[in-house]
C-alpha cells in the first residue's frame, strides 16, 4: 500500500495565483481530511469528507479556500488567490469510518511570496 | 484555550537516555487517544492509540499510558536513538470524532 498520496510536496506560488493542492486516500478509506500546520497554530483541521461528501468544513479559514473530492480516490484543496499567510505545510489524512488508524500523507508545503 | 496540552514544548536528551513526554486533556466525551511522531518534513505516523479501558500500549521502544479519571497520558521513550528526534504530538478524539491535537513535544537526541 502506497499510503496516503499528496502532491506536488512543494509548491512556491506568487500572491493573487491560484494554488491547488492534490490527494490520494488509502483504497477503501471512506473518510478524508485536510489539515494545516503552521508553527504558530499547529495541526489545524480545515474540513473532512465522508464516502466523498463533506461533513465539516468549519475549519476553512475563508472563501479563498475549497476542497473536492469528486470521487472516493482523489480530493483536492484550492485556494484562490493565494496570500502569504496561506503559507504553511498542508496535510491530507485519510480513515476507514469507525476505524482508530488514522494515516496521513507527508505533505504539501506551500509558500506563498 | 487547546482542549490538548502538551509538555515540556522540546527537550534534549542524550543518545541511549530515557524521556517521558506529558499529554493532559479536557477533551468530552472521551474516545481515543493517540500518540503521533512527526519526523521533520513528514507526515504525522501513528504510534499507540488507546481506548477508555486500556491503561498502556507499548510499540518497541515506545510505551504510552493513560489515565482516563485524571485525563493524563504520557509517552515513554526508551534507550532513545538519534532517530527519536522528531516531534511528538498527542491527539483526543472525542465520542464523535472530532480530533484535538496538542501543539507537540520538540525531542532533540544528541550524540
Known amino acids: 500500500d502506497a499510503g496516503v498520496i499528496q502532491s506536488p510536496r512543494h509548491e512556491v506560488t506568487e500572491m493573487g495565483q491560484e494554488v491547488t493542492l492534490r490527494c490520494k486516500p488509502i483504497?477503501?478509506?471512506?473518510?478524508l481530511f485536510w489539515y494545516r500546520q503552521t508553527m504558530m497554530r499547529g495541526l489545524e483541521l480545515l474540513i473532512y469528507?465522508?464516502?466523498?461528501?463533506?461533513?465539516?468544513d468549519s475549519g476553512m479559514p475563508e472563501d479563498r479556500f475549497s476542497a473536492k473530492m469528486p470521487n472516493a480516490s482523489f480530493s483536492t484543496l484550492k485556494i484562490q488567490p493565494s496570500e502569504p499567510r496561506d503559507s504553511a505545510v498542508y496535510f491530507c489524512?485519510?480513515?476507514?469510518?469507525?476505524?482508530?488508524?488514522?494515516?496521513f500523507g507527508s505533505g504539501t508545503r506551500l509558500t506563498v511570496v | 484555550k487547546n482542549q490538548v496540552e502538551q509538555s515540556p514544548q522540546s527537550l534534549i536528551i542524550l543518545e541511549g537516555k530515557n524521556c517521558t513526554l506529558q499529554?493532559?486533556?479536557?477533551?468530552?466525551?472521551?474516545?481515543?487517544l493517540r500518540w503521533y511522531k512527526q519526523d521533520t518534513g513528514r507526515g504525522p505516523v501513528s504510534l499507540t492509540i488507546?481506548?477508555?479501558?486500556?491503561n498502556t500500549k507499548s510499540n518497541g521502544r515506545y510505551t504510552a499510558t493513560l489515565d482516563a479519571d485524571t485525563k493524563q497520558s504520557s509517552l515513554h521513550i526508551t534507550a532513545s536513538q538519534l532517530s527519536d528526534s522528531a516531534s511528538y504530538i498527542c491527539?483526543?478524539?472525542?465520542?464523535?470524532?472530532?480530533?484535538?491535537f496538542g501543539a507537540g513535544t520538540q525531542v532533540v537526541v544528541t550524540p
Open positions: 488507546m481506548t477508555f479501558s486500556e
Open positions: 489524512a485519510s480513515n476507514n469510518q469507525g476505524g482508530y488508524g488514522y494515516t
Open positions: 483504497s477503501g478509506h471512506n473518510s
Open positions: 469528507f465522508n464516502n466523498n461528501v463533506p461533513i465539516d
Open positions: 499529554c493532559n486533556y479536557t477533551v468530552s466525551p472521551f474516545s481515543n
Open positions: 491527539v483526543v478524539s472525542s465520542s464523535w470524532g472530532k480530533l484535538q
